[in-house]
């Protein structure tokens, strides 16, 4: 039996009426499992900002604790205030701050630049009345000079004042836990949360690990192509890769767990069960 932990969970703004009503069809279904809190990612120079926040506002009316992703790209002081307006007015308590990407055709990338300077302009405005989660990457980011350089600017966000890390999912637990240690080495004790990818199209996540810099080992590739177009082999030996991941990494300690759901309910919930997290 695994040792019981706290989780969380991570939506996107669907872009159709039709994908908003499946949300809330998934977010209720998710919510009987007892998660901390519901993330909400934000397009690239807030994109989806709109959407963002109308998912948010129903997450909080719904007696969850909703934590809107907002990246600072392409943003102002101003608009980052505006944020924070809505976020008291709808009664968000957590904000996960983050650089964000800059769109395709935008040359200004705005008033800043990194998202510590994102972390310490929340923290100036609003002093502790936030908990800011920031992001953590256990393989490198992938636009980082060097590992040195990437551990240099997660040391930064939490000098700003982050409150705690998410990391990019992974599938070598030891690249999370040489992280941490290296991490805690360092100094550094804020809680640094592992983010959690369940498995249901290996293509897609060959695809999506290749543009967000993710490994997948070489063993689970050969597996995974061993399969062919066998949809339900693929789905069990995922959920049976990932389940061991989750295992290996609450033995190991961590605080708690975030799920990457791609706006899916039933990976996660098969997860959650086989964990025993769910209250």
């Given at each position: 039996?695994?040792?019981?932990?706290?989780?969380?969970?991570?939506?996107f703004?669907?872009?159709?009426p039709e994908?908003?009503?499946?949300?809330?069809?998934?977010?209720?279904?998710?919510a009987?499992?007892?998660?901390?809190?519901f993330?909400?990612t934000?397009?690239?120079?807030g994109?989806?900002?709109?959407?963002?926040?109308?998912?948010?506002r129903?997450?909080?009316?719904?007696?969850?604790?909703?934590?809107?992703?907002?990246?600072?790209i392409g943003?102002?002081?101003a608009?980052?205030r505006?944020?924070?307006?809505?976020?008291?007015?709808?009664?968000?308590k957590r904000?996960?701050?983050l650089?964000?990407?800059?769109p395709?055709?935008?040359?200004?990338?705005?008033?800043?630049?990194?998202a510590?300077?994102?972390?310490?302009?929340?923290?100036?405005?609003?002093?502790?009345?936030?908990?800011?989660?920031?992001a953590?990457?256990?393989?490198?980011?992938?636009?980082?000079?060097?590992?040195?350089?990437?551990?240099?600017?997660?040391?930064?966000?939490v000098?700003?004042?982050?409150s705690?890390a998410?990391?990019?999912?992974?599938?070598?637990a030891?690249?999370?836990f040489?992280?941490v240690?290296?991490?805690r080495?360092?100094?550094?004790?804020?809680?640094?949360?592992?983010?959690?990818?369940?498995?249901?199209?290996?293509?897609k996540l060959?695809?999506?690990?290749?543009?967000?810099g993710?490994?997948?080992?070489?063993w689970m590739?050969?597996?995974?192509?061993?399969?062919g177009?066998?949809?339900?082999?693929?789905?069990?030996?995922?959920?049976?890769v990932?389940?061991?991941l989750?295992?290996?990494l609450i033995?190991?300690?961590?605080?708690?767990?975030h799920?990457y759901?791609l706006?899916?309910?039933?990976?996660?919930?098969?997860?959650?069960?086989?964990?025993g997290?769910?209250?």
């Amino acid at each position: 039996m695994s040792r019981r932990i706290p989780f969380s969970i991570e939506f996107f703004p669907p872009a159709t009426p039709e994908g908003m009503d499946k949300l809330r069809g998934v977010r209720e279904q998710l919510a009987t499992l007892g998660p901390e809190f519901f993330s909400v990612t934000y397009g690239a120079g807030g994109s989806t900002r709109d959407r963002t926040l109308q998912v948010v506002r129903e997450i909080c009316a719904a007696g969850l604790d909703a934590a809107p992703h907002l990246s600072c790209i392409g943003a102002t002081q101003a608009s980052i205030r505006d944020h924070l307006a809505e976020f008291r007015e709808i009664g968000v308590k957590r904000i996960v701050a983050l650089r964000g990407d800059l769109p395709s055709g935008m040359a200004d990338p705005g008033e800043f630049r990194y998202a510590n300077e994102l972390v310490e302009f929340i923290r100036a405005e609003s002093g502790k009345e936030f908990v800011i989660e920031v992001a953590a990457y256990p393989e490198t980011h992938p636009q980082a000079r060097s590992a040195d350089s990437d551990f240099a600017a997660f040391r930064k966000k939490v000098e700003a004042g982050a409150s705690s890390a998410i990391t990019q999912y992974f599938y070598n637990a030891d690249a999370y836990f040489y992280f941490v240690e290296s991490v805690r080495r360092a100094g550094i004790e804020t809680p640094i949360v592992p983010g959690i990818m369940p498995i249901a199209s290996f293509i897609k996540l060959a695809r999506f690990s290749e543009s967000c810099g993710a490994e997948i080992p070489q063993w689970m590739r050969r597996k995974f192509e061993g399969f062919g177009d066998d949809a339900d082999s693929i789905r069990a030996f995922g959920l049976d890769v990932v389940t061991t991941l989750c295992e290996r990494l609450i033995a190991g300690g961590v605080p708690s767990m975030h799920f990457y759901t791609l706006n899916q309910a039933a990976l996660t919930s098969e997860l959650v069960k086989r964990l025993g997290l769910a209250q």
